[in-house]
T-cell receptor, first 114, second 109 residues
């Protein structure tokens, strides 16, 4: 079974540049989640989608962050313009529709903004 | 919104000992409580979960208990092994998972 697939695995870019992170959820999973992980703040939920519709984006730190899910098999998280404090590991996770369902994580994108 | 507190932040045990990690949550409507294990540089992986209609669940050396009245749940690992060394996260779900800050477990042989 293919798990949640994220790309790229690593991204190093200079501040001010646009960054796009990509995620393909597990087939048949209708809920998709974006998390950010740092040493200081741990695992933070940024935004989640149900059936491609954004449900809660209250975790998105600033207007520089945006996320889309144009179809059931693809989502993007974009940062524009990027700043050094955005450096973190960004995880995507998916789960079947409905409450009480386990979330499965991708391998993450390690983002470094210089 | 939901808030999850996790203790301790670090835990060191000898191989063969038991390890217990505790979490509390704030939203009484939360109804699903998973535990994840994260090894260095890897993704969090679900190791066990419990739903609000169950008080205890066990899977080999791992068990989780839930006290809904007190709003706390715990992870118990028995007969620890060096490969159990990792960061463990608890989480609580109402509409979305909210994670604790993690416990770094070190098992020395």
């Amino acid at each position: 079974d293919a798990g949640v697939i994220q790309s790229p695995r690593h991204e190093v870019t200079e501040m001010g540049q646009e960054v796009t992170l990509r995620c393909k959820p597990i087939s048949g999973h209708n809920s998709l989640f974006w998390y950010r992980q740092t040493m200081m703040r741990g695992l933070e939920l940024l935004i989640y989608f149900n059936n491609n519709v954004p449900i809660d984006d209250s975790g998105m730190p600033e207007d520089r962050f945006s996320a889309k899910m144009p179809n059931a098999s693809f989502s993007t998280l974009k940062i524009q313009p990027s700043e050094p404090r955005d450096s973190a590991v960004y995880f995507c996770a998916s789960s079947p529709t409905g409450s009480n369902q386990p979330q499965h994580f991708g391998d993450g994108t390690r983002l470094s903004i210089l | 919104g939901e808030n999850v507190e996790q203790h301790p932040s670090t835990l060191s045990v000898q191989e063969g000992d038991s390890a217990v990690i505790k979490c509390t949550y704030s939203d009484s409507a939360s109804n699903y409580f998973p535990w994840y294990k994260q090894e260095l540089g890897k993704r969090p992986q679900l190791i066990i979960d419990i739903r609000s209609n169950v008080g205890e669940k066990k899977d080999q050396r791992i068990a989780v208990t839930l006290n809904k009245t007190a709003k706390h749940f715990s992870l118990h690992i028995t007969e620890t092994q060096p490969e159990d060394s990792a960061v463990y996260f608890c989480a609580a779900l109402r509409t979305a998972l909210i994670f604790g800050k993690g416990t770094t477990l070190s098992v020395s042989s």
